[in-house]
Nanobody
Framework: QVQLVESGGGLVQAEGSLRLSCATS?????MGWFRQAPGKEREFVAT????????VYADSVKGRFTISRDNTKNTVYLQMNSLKPEDTAIYYC??????????????????WGQGTQVTVSS
């Protein structure tokens, strides 16, 4: 069973930065970050293809967040800059069991991390 372990969440002031990490025990397939705020549905944040050459972002984070991966370390990252209070959520890492290309769709992902809390104060 593939395991995903997220780290790097925490409390930060508005306009601050955080970097999330997600270590996977799985093979090199597409990965993504999603988030869920209290009372809201889980939403797409960013995705990256198997090699790291292709990325897609939600409009709400474009220009502020950067997804990347280091396949030698089996780790994907989410660098979050210029954070806003509305970015407050639990952030989840996800990995596909078969898809190579980046995807925004939750159904494309077979494995999920336990989530890490990100809180942005105003």
């Amino acid at each position: 069973q593939v395991q995903l372990v997220e780290s790097g969440g925490g409390l930060v002031q508005a306009e601050g930065s955080l970097r999330l990490s997600c270590a996977t025990s799985g093979r090199t397939f597409a990965m993504g970050w999603f988030r869920q705020a209290p009372g809201k549905e889980r939403e797409f944040v960013a995705t990256i293809n198997w090699s790291g050459s292709s990325t897609v972002y939600a409009d709400s984070v474009k220009g502020r967040f950067t997804i990347s991966r280091d396949n030698t370390k089996n780790t994907v990252y989410l660098q979050m800059n210029s954070l806003k209070p509305e970015d407050t959520a639990i952030y989840y890492c996800a990995q596909s069991a078969r898809r190579m290309g980046a995807s925004q769709m939750t159904y494309e992902y077979d494995y999920w991390g336990q989530g890490t809390q990100v809180t942005v104060s105003s």
